[in-house]
C-alpha cells in the first residue's frame, strides 16, 4: 500500500496528516511537492492537507488547484484513486471542481478553532465505514472560510446521492444545510472542513479521527 | 490594452462581508444604505490583440469562482 501527502507552499497540516496516516497504515506515505509534475506511480490514496496554500491568494484553494501536482490529482481521482482533502484540502478539490460547491468565509467572519460535533451522514463510504450511520463524533475545525454554498438544485442531489458525509450538529460556519464534509460522484473522493488528522490518539483530546484513516486504509488492504 | 476585470458574487448567495460592512456604515451613522455586496477588481495589461474568449477563459478558470461569482469585463481606453 502506497499513500502519499501533497504540499503546497503554505500547507502546514501535512505533518499531522502525514503521521496520521503512517500511524494507521504502519508505513511512511510519500510527501509530494506541488511543483512536482507527477505523482509517484502506484499510490493508493492522496491527502491533501490544510493550511493556506498560497497564502490564499485570490480565494482559499484557487491558485493550488491550478498547480501542476494538481493534474495528476485529478487524473488520479478519475482513475479511482482515493483522494481525501482537509480543510485547505477541501477548498482545493471544490476549486479544481472534482467536488461541487464552494467555501465561503464564515458567516460570523471569524476565524474558528475549536472541536466541533458532527453527525455521520453516510457511513457506507470507504472514508467512513467504520463509523455507524448518525453517530456523533467530535472533530476539531480550524478555517475562516468553511461556509460550503452549492445551489438549491446541487444540494438536493448529492443529499439525494447519499454524498453527504458528516454534517455539523451545531452549524458553526453557515454552512449550507450544516454540511462538513462531501463525497464525489463515485464515493472515492472526500473534503470536509473538520480535522480528523488532529484527532487520532487520546492526548489530542480525542480519537474520533482515527477510525476515518482506519476506514480509507482498511479499503486499501491487499492493495 | 488595459482591462478590468470586476468579480462579484451572484444573486441570492449571501455576503457576509458585505453584511459587517452594511453593519459599520449604519454605525458610522451613514443612514438610507440598503445593501452591501463585496467583490473582487482585477486590473490586467494584456496584449491588445487577446481575445474576448480568451479573457472569459481566463475568468472562469481562475479569476471567478463560477459557483458563487460573476465577472464583467471592462476594456479600458488607454
Given at each position: 500500500m502506497k499513500t502519499a501527502v501533497v504540499t503546497f507552499p503554505g500547507s502546514n497540516c501535512d505533518r499531522d496528516m502525514w503521521v496520521a496516516l503512517r500511524d494507521v497504515s504502519g508505513r511512511e506515505p510519500v510527501k509530494v511537492w506541488h511543483g512536482d509534475a507527477e505523482l509517484p506511480d502506484g499510490l493508493d490514496f492522496i491527502a491533501l492537507p490544510g493550511g493556506f496554500s498560497y497564502?490564499?491568494?485570490?480565494?482559499?484553494?484557487?491558485?493550488?488547484?491550478?498547480?501542476?501536482?494538481?493534474?495528476?490529482?485529478?487524473?488520479?481521482?478519475?482513475?479511482?484513486?482515493?483522494?481525501?482533502?482537509?480543510?485547505?484540502?477541501?477548498?482545493?478539490?471544490?476549486?479544481?471542481?472534482?467536488?461541487?460547491?464552494?467555501?465561503?468565509?464564515?458567516?460570523?467572519?471569524?476565524?474558528?478553532?475549536?472541536?466541533?460535533?458532527?453527525?455521520?451522514?453516510?457511513?457506507?463510504?470507504?472514508?467512513?465505514?467504520?463509523?455507524?450511520?448518525?453517530?456523533?463524533?467530535?472533530?476539531?475545525?480550524?478555517?475562516?472560510?468553511?461556509n460550503y454554498f452549492a445551489a438549491d438544485d446541487v444540494l438536493d442531489r448529492i443529499e439525494g446521492e447519499g454524498r453527504v458525509a458528516f454534517r455539523y450538529a451545531e452549524n458553526c460556519n453557515g454552512s449550507r444545510r450544516d454540511i462538513a464534509g462531501i463525497l464525489n460522484e463515485r464515493g472515492n473522493v472526500l473534503g470536509m472542513m473538520p480535522h480528523p488528522e488532529r484527532a487520532i490518539e487520546a492526548d489530542h483530546g480525542g480519537s474520533d479521527g482515527r477510525r476515518l484513516f482506519e476506514s480509507v486504509i482498511g479499503s486499501l488492504v491487499g492493495a | 490594452m488595459k482591462v478590468r476585470i470586476h468579480v462579484s458574487l451572484k444573486p441570492g448567495v449571501l455576503d457576509p462581508q458585505g453584511r459587517a460592512v452594511h453593519h459599520a456604515l449604519d454605525g458610522l451613522g451613514f443612514k438610507g444604505v440598503d445593501d452591501v455586496r463585496i467583490g473582487r477588481l482585477v486590473e490586467m495589461e494584456v496584449a491588445d490583440d487577446t481575445s474576448d474568449e480568451a479573457l472569459d477563459e481566463m475568468c472562469q478558470k481562475l479569476l471567478a469562482n463560477m459557483v458563487i461569482e460573476n465577472y464583467r469585463i471592462e476594456k479600458v481606453a488607454a
Open positions: 497564502g490564499d491568494y485570490l480565494r482559499s484553494g484557487a491558485m493550488a488547484a491550478n498547480s501542476p501536482i494538481m493534474r495528476s490529482v485529478v487524473a488520479a481521482a478519475e482513475r479511482g484513486v482515493p483522494v481525501l482533502g482537509v480543510c485547505n484540502g477541501f477548498q482545493v478539490l471544490t476549486e479544481a471542481r472534482l467536488l461541487p460547491g464552494a467555501l465561503m468565509r464564515n458567516a460570523a467572519q471569524h476565524f474558528i478553532c475549536r472541536t466541533v460535533p458532527l453527525v455521520v451522514e453516510n457511513a457506507g463510504s470507504i472514508f467512513t465505514s467504520a463509523y455507524a450511520k448518525g453517530e456523533t463524533i467530535q472533530i476539531p475545525v480550524a478555517h475562516h472560510d468553511g | -
